[in-house]
């Protein structure tokens, strides 16, 4: 068998008339361009192949780039940010010494090719990044979205990512806590499966992805490095260097949960012992990633022995052991006089760990193979200052006539029966049943610090246990708003995951986000994401809440259709003492409720014209991100003082569906009355964003209305808690047996 | 004087903090216990934890069996030192036959985490003294492979000699905790040997001891403060 030589730096300075498979790894000619530019000489497959996988879109954001730099920009002065954008996850300052990292990220792609494993390695993913923080993983969320509930193959995908989540997560031991399920027939073929993980650590903890100290050692830990995961690489390591090899890797990663736990508890026990300069994670890009991001985020330069590498294959050519993504390991950058105490720790632990290289004084990253010098670049031209594009956009010409196509205008119930029947209809439509079937296949109880998980409004975690400090974590998103408007869009997504938040009883602190959109290179899906970024970094800026990191995820379109715009906004609350948590259940027979907000007649976007009228057109509800602040202060001051003792946010499907959940989950019914001004169908089916249902024990009433009169915030008493059925005076009444099975009969029926 | 008890980590296991924290809530002190290590620490009882020890590769509990710390634990509990098995850790003791059966994957084939309600069936093992006989709790459920089985030789003896501990309680409304969730046969929830100093069950207790925490009950606590009094009072 003939090989052909090694193509090592000197190699392709001497043969600068090879032609190398740029197009085929995705680069455009213009890039593939600059790199020999940059090199000063064509670069080595080895090169190629790192400079391919990091120039990709989803390591370089070289579309979305210069609209995420507003996120920045209109940054609110916030003492709370200890690490924003940049690092594998933002940090927060929570109090008590206590710091918090979370992150949301997307998996779409994959899960869409191989549900389970997907699902699996985005849970993964995210939980490393949370890791590499210094943090230990405390809990995840899971906001997911799928094609039309009854479509044939959302019934191959949706059990798979809710098994993979599952399979991955409970075997981790993080409970689950939050997240949602949307299903639209947009989301046909681009299912996304979005992953969020939180992380706890004291202040002195925090630790970064950086390597420093010339002769500091490079340790890859955790699994052997497989052949998995390697998607343009295979035609790199089969058409050009060695034909004998076998093609077309597996393009989605496998995981092994069990070994990500020993990652989890190695990793933390090495912090613990202050064992560690720096750290990252491998992911998207693996090796190429890790040793390029560490290196030029250091002050030095970095050398690396690619032999050393533990391989699962040993047929891997050194362009596959640079792309692959195999899961579960870490890069740590160690003192060489604390190497043998952190592989005394892996040993431990059962992980494989092995010095593959260490930090130099230059400030080149150079990779060696067999002796030869594979890869000689500047880290930073690899890592940090990849392509950047100014696509064109521009609103797309629908626009208008979508907007102008009013959801007022829809025939509306013409009585009471009509109107009950309508609801019975919007409370077990896929969207807004039950998504228990889903949620009990996740553990939301282990490491024992859980306060709330879903269906609440928002998960809650106590951080302390003699205090009491906690957490919470609410995600939201909802494409049909952010069709009609993407910047309106955007602001509601936040304006509802802050909301959410504060109706637990925790104050809104930071805010997360995963930006799913379709093509790039079209300019109506650009002005999407142009928008809804906008729109998300001014509602930022207006709340006070930094976007600390986040995620984009474009190409979510097959042919020429793409996704609803989906930006999904997580935000982060703190909470002084979990003993003063609200939950969304109704407590106790009697508790007076009221409608906190304005309500008007907004039905754009709205589960009503969705569900009945399969109707989507008009205009988002308005947003007020000044009236959603003071109803967060008016919720978090309530909850404080006992003043309330359930609250649930009004969303889709309006304060019909929040009551509805709030009595099934209590097991208790309510007496409501239309309030003067409103007309029934409105007051219960309008989605107006800025409210929110609580209920007030009798005890409390003249204290909660003083406290709402004197700031100004609009509370009207709607009706109370009562009985066994759901009844709007004059209009219907539903008995909760009669609910409950329109409820949660719908998503087992369509996927059990 | 209090009493020590171990809680086993096994690589993979979860809630082995969490276990730590239900021992220390009831008044005794926790003490970890490593997989590795034959040494025991001259605990006075021992519980092995939930979670999925050496990934569930191969069975759930095959390859823990064959830790050091089991071989002990083994020997031990033979002697008499009360041993608790939650989740994982009943799955464990199943596959070290100090308990008789097996647990296969729940007949529904998914995970499922939910509060549950059981009847308390035996109340004289050191594990339950604190509840009454026929008492009905709620404890978390969380598991892939929970089904209990066993031959109906042993299903039988078990029965006649008082040897089941908990059941599923069937009749009522799922949405109240009801049900079997896995097709255990004859709804059994845990099981104790003929001496009833080693206990299992696939439910969790220690999820269940803190009124804010989890499901906020706190059915599961009489667990540990029925070893703590039995041990102290030894």
Not at chain 1, 371 to 384: M, Q
Not at chain 1, 427 to 451: C, E, L
Request: with cysteine; hydrophobic share 40%.
């Amino acid at each position: 068998m003939s090989r052909t030589p090694l193509d090592t730096v000197e190699h392709a300075a001497a043969t600068p008339d090879v032609e190398l498979p740029w197009a085929e790894l995705g680069l455009k000619k213009d890039e593939y361009e600059r790199i020999v530019e940059i090199l000063g000489r064509r670069p080595t497959g080895a090169e190629l192949a790192m400079y391919s996988v990091m120039w990709s879109e989803h390591c370089s954001y070289k579309s979305s780039k210069v609209h995420l730099r507003q996120f920045g920009e209109k940054a609110p002065e916030n003492d709370a940010m200890l690490v924003g954008i940049g690092e594998n996850a933002g940090v927060v300052d929570v109090g008590q010494g206590y710091a918090v990292t979370f992150k949301v990220e997307s998996h779409n792609h994959p899960s869409y090719v191989e549900p389970y494993q997907g699902a699996a390695t985005g849970v993964g993913g995210i939980v490393r990044d949370i890791i590499a923080m210094g943090a230990r993983p405390v809990a995840v969320v899971d906001p997911l979205r799928f094609g039309a509930a009854d479509h044939p193959d959302t019934k191959r995908v949706l059990p798979g990512v809710v098994a993979g989540i599952g399979g991955y997560g409970n075997c981790l031991g993080l409970p689950n806590i939050g997240g949602e399920v949307v299903f639209d027939a947009c989301y046909q073929g681009n299912p996304l499966v979005n992953a969020g993980c939180i992380g706890v650590m004291r202040h002195e903890d925090i630790h970064l992805a950086k390597a420093s100290g010339a002769g500091n050692k490079v340790i890859l830990y955790g699994a052997r490095t497989g052949g998995d995961g390697i998607g343009g690489a295979s035609i790199l390591a089969s058409e050009t260097f060695d034909d004998a090899k076998p093609s077309k890797r597996p393009a989605v990663q496998v995981g092994d949960p069990f070994q990500e736990k020993l990652l989890i508890e190695c990793t933390l026990e090495a912090f613990a012992e202050k064992l560690v300069v720096g750290i990252q994670d491998l992911g998207a890009a693996g090796l190429s990633c890790a040793t390029s991001e560490l290196a030029s985020n250091g002050s030095g330069g970095m050398r690396v022995t690619l032999d050393d590498v533990p391989l699962r294959d040993s047929t891997l050519s050194p362009e596959e052991i640079l792309m692959s993504e195999s899961q579960e390991r870490m890069c740590a950058v160690v003192e060489p006089e604390k190497v043998d105490r952190f592989l005394e720790i892996c040993a431990k632990w059962d992980v494989i760990a092995t010095v593959i290289g260490e930090v130099t004084d230059g400030d080149r990253l150079e990779i060696y193979w067999h002796g030869g010098k594979i890869v000689d670049v500047d880290p930073r031209t690899v890592a940090h200052e990849g392509p950047v594009y100014e696509r064109p956009y521009a609103r797309p010409d629908w626009q208008d006539a979508l907007q102008a196509d009013d959801a007022g205008k829809l025939p509306r119930p013409a009585d009471g029966e009509e109107l009950k029947a309508q609801i019975l209809k919007l409370v077990g439509s896929p969207n807004q049943a039950s998504k228990k079937w889903i949620t009990q296949q996740y553990d939301h109880f282990v490491q024992g610090n859980t306060v709330l998980a879903m269906p609440e409004d928002s998960g809650m975690i106590r951080i302390d246990e003699e205090t009491g400090l906690g957490v919470a974590l609410a995600t939201d998103g909802n494409g049909r708003y952010a069709k009609l408007d993407p910047y309106t869009g955007a602001q509601l997504a936040l304006a509802e995951a802050y909301r959410n938040v504060a109706t637990t009883g925790a104050r809104p602190l930071a805010v997360s986000d995963c930006l799913n959109f379709g093509s790039p290179e079209d300019p109506a899906v650009m002005w999407q994401f142009a928008e809804a970024v906008r729109g998300l970094a001014d509602g930022c800026q207006q709340l006070g809440t930094p976007v600390t990191g986040g995620n984009v995820s474009l190409y979510n379109q097959t042919g020429e259709a793409a996704i609803h715009p989906t930006p999904v906004v997580a935000v982060l609350g703190v909470i002084d003492d979990v003993a003063r948590r609200t939950p969304v259940a109704f407590q106790e027979e009697g508790q007076l409720l009221y409608l906190l907000g304005d309500t008007r007649e907004e039905f754009g976007g709205s589960a009503w014209s969705q569900v009945v009228h399969d109707h989507l057109g008009g205009l988002p509800p308005k947003v007020d991100l000044e009236r959603e602040r003071l109803l967060a202060e008016i919720l978090i001051s309530a909850s404080r003082d006992g003043m309330i003792d359930s609250a649930h946010d009004l969303s889709d499907g309006g304060l019909i569906q929040a009551v509805v959940e709030s009595a099934l989950l209590g097991g208790k019914g309510a007496r409501l009355v239309v309030p003067d001004g409103l007309d029934a169908f409105t007051f219960l089916l309008s989605e107006s964003a800025g409210r929110a249902v609580v209920a007030v024990p009798r005890s409390e009433e003249v204290r909660f209305n003083d406290m709402c009169g004197a700031r100004g915030l609009p509370a009207t008493r709607i009706g109370v808690v009562d009985g066994e059925t759901v009844e709007v005076q004059g209009e219907f009444e539903l008995t909760l047996a009669e609910l409950r099975e329109a409820h949660e009969t719908t998503i087992p029926s369509l996927l059990a | 004087m209090t009493a020590r008890i171990g809680v086993v980590t096994f690589p993979g296991s979860l809630d082995d903090r969490d276990t730590q924290r239900a021992i220390r809530l009831a008044g005794a002190e926790p003490v970890a216990l490593w997989h590795k290590d034959k040494d025991l620490k001259q605990v006075d009882a021992v519980v092995l934890p939930g979670g999925f020890s050496y990934g569930d590769y191969l069975r759930a509990g095959a390859i823990s069996r064959f830790s050091p710390v089991m071989g002990s634990v083994i020997e031990q509990a033979k002697a008499g030192l009360p041993v608790l098995g939650i989740c994982n850790g009943f799955q464990v003791l199943t596959e070290a036959h100090l308990l008789p059966g097996a647990m296969l994957g729940n007949d529904h084939l998914h995970f499922i985490c939910r509060d549950q309600k059981l009847r308390v069936e035996n109340a004289s093992t050191a594990w339950t003294s604190d509840y009454s006989e026929g008492q009905e709790i709620f404890i978390p459920l969380k598991n892939m492979d929970g089904r209990y089985v066993a031959d109906e030789y042993t299903l039988d003896k078990l029965e006649a000699e008082g040897r089941v501990v908990f059941r599923y309680v069937v009749r009522g409304e799922a949405a109240d905790g009801c049900g079997n969730p896995n097709g255990s046969l004859r709804d059994i929830a845990g099981i104790t040997n003929e001496a009833g100093n080693v206990v299992g069950l696939m439910p969790h207790p220690e999820h269940a001891t803190e009124p804010l925490i989890g499901t906020g009950r706190t059915d599961g606590l009489p667990f540990f403060t029925s070893i703590l009094k039995k041990l102290v009072t030894a």
